[in-house]
């Protein structure tokens, strides 16, 4: 009798689905991210798509565009968002930085220690979450909608051909990669080495010819590109950065819908949200337990040494507040955060170790 019930809610429930699908949605939504179907950023996507689609009973479909379907780098999927073509994209802080250059400031180094302290800091509704929001409706006039920041590859970590690196002085002469934007490229020359620019498809061959030693990389990218085959062989954990990733949609596309559908499109961006925090987390396990058995070196900077590197990089702060529009206003809101978030977690181990 319990497999025939099995049996006939199972079918209740393909039923339901073929039902719900069948129904034209009143509203669908273009999403597009430049990676691939291994990572964090589809995860989310997947989660994103699943759940708006069964919590507004099919109302809203969303359809994903994996690559470079619908626009090949940041300002260009940034304009498509802005003018309407494309509903919802994630973008790097270095892929945003052409349009929205305030947003580097989640790209500056050893401010944030741990996932405790930034999936804090980057929850929907904190201070610092709705600073960045409000500043991207004003830059763009009202036209993009900054929904919320997720993770996309851990932290950024710096790894080489070379030498472990256990402290700044390590770093001296190297030729780290970086992307085009001046923040990375600032943090490692005040760390010593040399930024070179250089295209993501053209890293590899780089590693190879010698034209870099280093990159500013998570683990699951590195493994994921297999670099370790170029000759990439140490890994310093010094977590110097939190790979954020913004997720945009178009105001007035948002705005058009019916509060109650507004809320499900929220509640389906915390979801991912939540996925994105998560994702990297178990990828990057099995990513350093092969790199490991590869023969590659990973390093665990002590506290000593990871102050070091912080000492070393201040100077970066006062570059950013200096030369980025509204640079100071978005970097007193991230540090004011880091502390609340600082704060709470350290009354919640007062309470929970005694």
Not at 121 to 129: D, E, Q, T
Not at 201 to 227: A, C, H, R, W
Request: charged share 20%; proline share 4%; net charge negative.
């Amino acid at each position: 009798m319990l497999k025939s019930a099995l049996k006939s809610l199972t079918v209740a429930a393909m039923l339901a689905g073929s039902a719900m699908s069948a129904v034209a949605a009143d509203y669908t939504l273009r999403a597009t991210a430049n990676s691939n179907e291994n990572d964090e950023d589809y995860d989310g996507l997947i989660v994103f798509k699943n759940y708006v689609e069964a919590a507004s009973n099919g109302a809203i479909e969303v359809e994903l565009f994996i690559g470079t379907q619908l626009c090949s780098n940041g300002s260009e999927c940034l304009q498509g968002v802005a003018d309407g073509s494309i509903d919802i994209v994630i973008q790097t802080s270095g892929g945003t930085a052409g349009v929205f250059p305030f947003v580097q400031v989640l790209d500056l180094p050893y401010l944030m220690s741990d996932d405790r302290v930034a999936e804090a800091v980057l929850a929907n509704g904190s201070s610092f979450v709705r600073k960045l929001q409000q500043m991207t409706k004003d830059r763009s006039g009202g036209a993009v909608r900054l929904m919320t920041v997720g993770n996309t590859g851990g932290w950024r970590n710096f790894a080489n051909t070379q030498r472990r690196i256990q402290g700044p002085a390590d770093m001296d002469g190297l030729k780290i990669r970086t992307v085009v934007a001046d923040l990375p490229q600032e943090l490692v020359k005040a760390l010593g080495a040399s930024p070179t620019p250089i295209p993501w498809p053209e890293l590899f061959t780089s590693f190879q010819t010698g034209v870099v030693e280093g990159s500013k990389n998570g683990i699951t990218d590195i493994m994921s590109m297999k670099f370790p085959e170029a000759g990439l062989q140490y890994v310093t954990l010094d977590g110097h950065a939190y790979m954020g990733a913004l997720w945009f949609m178009n105001n007035e596309r948002f705005m058009s819908m019916p509060e109650d559908m507004r809320r499900v499109i929220l509640d389906g961006f915390y979801q991912l949200q939540q996925a994105t925090f998560a994702s990297p987390k178990r990828k990057s396990i099995q990513a350093y337990e092969e790199f490991v058995a590869g023969g590659g070196d990973l390093y665990v900077p002590t506290p000593e040494e990871k102050a070091a590197f912080k000492e070393a990089a201040a100077p970066v702060y006062d570059w950013f507040k200096a030369n980025i529009d509204g640079g100071e206003e978005i970097f007193e809101s991230l540090t004011a955060a880091v502390g609340e978030a600082e704060a709470q977690i350290n009354e919640v181990y007062v309470e929970e170790l005694n």
